[in-house]
Structure formats: C-alpha cells, structure tokens
C-alpha cells in the first residue's frame, strides 16, 4: 500500500517536474489572442519581431528597440535572444538551463544573416551567451558550426567568460529527478521552451536567431535541432525565415524550418507553410501523439504564422507598436 502511495506521489511530481519549464512559463498574465493573419493589403509590414513562448515577449521588447530605430534585424535577433539565455527563470534556454541526466548545461545555438551566412555552436558548456558565440562563428570564421570544447576553447579566446550557468534551482529540481529515476528518456510533452526569433527591419532584411539548453535529462553529448540550420532555424532573404520548438529529433527529420521556407516560396501564407510542416511530421513519426513540435514563420511582407501538433504553442509578435502573445 505504501509503495503504491509512492509511486503515485512520484508520478505525480514527476509530471510536474516534466511540465515545470513550461508550466511557470505559461502561468503569466498576458492576454493571449487568437490567431490572426495580417491582412494581405499589399502593404509591408515592417519593422516586425516574432518570437517563441510568452519569454519572447520580453525578448522581443529587447528587438523592437533595435529594430525600431533603423538597427540591423541581426543585431535584434542577437540582443533579443540574449533576454533569454540570461534570465535564470527561463529554465530551456541558457543560464538557469535544466541540466542533461548528468547535471550538465549543455548548449546549442544558431544565427543567420540576410546574406544566406550562418554560424552555429553545439553542445556549448559554460557560456551563458551562446548566439553571440554562434555570431563569431559566422562573422570571424570560415565554417559554420562548432562543438563541445572546440566551441568551448573559442568562445574562450574570444573574450566570453567561463561560467557556472546550473543554478540552485535546476540542481535541485535535476537532483528530485534522479532520485525519483522513473522519468522515461522520451521527453514529455511539455518539456521544452526554446526561443527562435526572426526580425524583419525597415531595410526589408530578415534575420533568425535560436538557442536552447534542449531537452532536459538528455543524454550527454546530445544535440537537437536548434543549432542545425534548416531544422531550428532557416532564413532566405528572398522568402521569410522559419524557427521551430520542441521535439527537435522530430524536426531534424524533416529538416522542418528549411521545408517550412520553401513552402513559403511556393506561395503558401507562414501558417499554411508551418501547418503542411507539422502534417509531415504527423505523417511520417507514427509517434507523434508523445511529443510537441511547433514552427513559427515570418515573410518578407511581415506576414507571420504559426502550427503545432497539439495545442498550447504561443508567440509572441512585436508589429505597429504592439507586443502580443498570439496562440498557434
Ligand atoms: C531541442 N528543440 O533541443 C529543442 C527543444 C525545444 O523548446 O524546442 N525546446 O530538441
């Protein structure tokens, strides 16, 4: 009887554990809104600033300012995230990051230009900024993705400043997990909260940014999609650009931000393009009903959309002077 009682006080702190990043995230009291699409006038829209979860409201505030001013949607895309990655709240991105199974912060980030130029860092350990390192990587270098403690060692040389980036509050909730070890490897539904932001300035430029610390109780040395360009994020200056949250094995497999822009191109609206995207994967994962995948789209008219497999993705937009969350 008793083990009984334990093991379902387990489960139950279990799903909270495994809904914790989300769940505080979504606790906020902005109003959300339904979904609108941004009537096709033939007029352009921009600036504009979309971003994933209700953090990319602050985030996005962070890119307005930029944008807003005639700055460079690379720039806002880059301060915008960098919101994230340093709010210890925001426990999926960054500082304050949940750990993987052995209570290590593991980053992956990535950003690219209007010029087609990407750069990208994989599995980053103790540096609480990674797109700015993903930013060098572009800007200061012949490649395009770094890992581990190569990415490491550059950032190092580069000026960034080692860091502890797990704090109390992921230990603690990272140890409650061990203890309890039931959690099964596949992650829960709501077990991610990665912000992807794309800007679209009054150069007519777009710009996309995305980084995470992944999946928590990930297995070390794993990498999702966030840092891979053309699953987490996929920006053609010619069309719009495409970020994606959650299950990144199930994005990386339809290369999903890469598809969704391409979509575009052929003349679907962002939440068309993102809505064929996510019935790929339906179609394809005959697991699908386990986990979430949502994209996001902006394009060059500063028309955004978005589409998840199930209920619950939000996004947050910053256009004529107005931050809203805006449900998918
Ligand atoms: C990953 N796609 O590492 C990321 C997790 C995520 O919102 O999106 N969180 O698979």
Known sequence: ????????????????????????????????????????????????????????????????????????ALDAVEQGVRISESDPKVMSVGYGGLPDREGHVTLDACIMNEKGNCGSVAFLEHIKNPISVARLVMENTPHVMLVGKGALDFSLMNGFKKENLLTNKASEIWHKWKESNQVPLTPEKDNHDTIGMLALDKFGNICGACTTSGLAWKLHGRVGDSPIIGAGMFVDNEVGGAVATGKGE????????????????????PEEACKLAVERIIKKQHDHKEFQVGFLALNKKGESGAYSISKGFEYAQYAENKNELIKS
């Open 1 to 72: 009887m008793n083990s009984r009682r334990n093991f379902l006080k387990n489960s139950l702190l279990l799903t909270a554990l495994a809904s914790f990043p989300a769940s505080i995230l979504r606790s906020s009291n902005i109003k959300t809104s339904s979904i609108k699409s941004f009537k096709n006038t033939g007029k352009v829209r921009r600036p504009i600033v979309v971003s994933t979860w209700n953090h990319g409201l602050v985030a996005n505030e962070k890119a307005w300012e930029i944008v807003v001013k005639g700055g460079k």
């Open 250 to 269: 199930a994005v990386i497999k339809i290369s999903g931000t890469h598809l969704v822009v391409e979509l575009m191109r052929q003349g679907k609206s």
